[in-house]
């Protein structure tokens, strides 16, 4: 019973508060839903085929909640997304997460709903005389999924402050290319582009290093101290408040997705297999990323506050949240995050 009462007062809160004034609280008749590619938004493609967000609406007393999902290789492009009201919720990594939430602190709002999962973002190159990441040079060109402020340049940002110095700490940004990740590897592995290294996510860095000629200088848990988060999903305080039945749906629909990644790789790969019709890999080699210790699949943020201490240093950030609380609605209070 108390842990009934707990998810109603977390969830349910708007809605509550219109029924006891006697008004009606309509709810969307659709969700919209965008995320970028690959594993690190495995959850999005596991709700996609089992029907999950529906499963857990119609619970919810919705019993026709149309549910799209949109593929958008650009975390600039998803944002813009939310910020015009074509998406409900996106995912992508925390910097341009941060980005929005900084620039909507106030006004829309933006904060995370969940977080979905960590693994190491490995910095691959065709150059087999590196032997480190600060060995690359001005003539160089690095694909990223987004320049200056995606996850993967924040974290060339670190690597040039770690290598360099503080005074050099954007040296990568006049290298970094924006590409999607399917893009990335044919020009990475091709060697006839001008790419000579990409800062790649799961399956994409795994595609890479099949190839011979391809080799991995630095990983995100080496600038990061760690595993941490690597994607998560966003939306308006608006809507978050408007519709609590359908945040309900799609939080347990989100939990249901991760308990059937960790329980099921091999459901999960075939699923995968089967919706991203960019992915290459074999259902023994995407069974393998899943089960590789390094990969985590979990709703709980990790170090979010090393990401927003890092954008805040840097000055991409004019707010600088107190803990990780700030940066997430109150439905994922209950997690174990930091």
Not at 299 to 321: D, F, R, S
């Amino acid at each position: 019973m108390i842990s009934n009462v707990f998810k109603r007062a977390v969830f349910g809160v708007v809605l509550a508060a219109a029924c006891a004034s006697g008004v009606a609280s309509a709810e969307t008749s659709e969700l919209r839903l965008g995320h970028q590619l690959g594993l690190g938004y495995l959850q999005f493609y596991v709700m996609h085929d089992l029907g999950l967000v529906q499963k857990y609406a119609k619970a919810e007393g919705i019993p026709d909640l149309e549910v799209t999902y949109k593929e958008i290789g650009s975390p600039s492009v998803l944002n813009d997304a939310i910020l015009s009201g074509s998406l409900d919720m996106v995912s992508a990594g925390p910097p341009p997460f941060l980005n929005l939430w900084d620039r909507t602190k106030g006004n829309l709002g933006v904060r995370m709903l969940v977080a979905l999962n960590m693994q190491p973002m490995r910095l691959n190159t065709n150059n087999a005389k590196w032997k480190t990441a600060c060995e690359f040079t001005t003539s160089d060109r690095i694909a990223v999924p987004g320049v200056k402020t995606s996850t993967h340049a924040i974290l060339l940002n670190m690597l040039a402050e770690k290598c360099f110095g503080p005074d050099k700490r954007n040296f990568f940004e006049s290298l970094e290319i924006p590409m999607k990740h399917p893009d990335a590897v044919i020009a990475l592995t091709s060697g006839k582009s001008e790419i000579t290294g990409h800062f790649a996510t799961i399956p994409y860095q795994n595609i890479e290093l099949q190839k011979s000629n391809i080799h991995t200088v630095v990983s995100s848990y080496d600038l990061m101290g760690g595993p941490s988060t690597v994607t998560g999903v966003w939306l308006t305080e608006k809507f978050y408040n408007d519709n609590p039945k359908v945040v309900k749906a799609a939080y347990d629909a989100f939990a249901e997705a991760t308990d059937i990644i960790r329980k099921d790789p091999r459901r999960a790969a075939e699923i995968y297999r089967k919706l991203d019709k960019s992915n290459p890999l074999s259902q023994q080699q995407v069974e393998q990323i899943l089960t590789d210790p390094e990969v985590i699949y979990s709703l709980a943020p990790q170090k979010m506050m090393v990401w927003a201490t890092t954008m805040h240093k840097i000055g991409l950030l004019k707010n600088e949240p107190g803990d990780w609380k700030d940066l997430f609605f109150p439905a994922a209070y209950k997690l174990s995050g930091n």
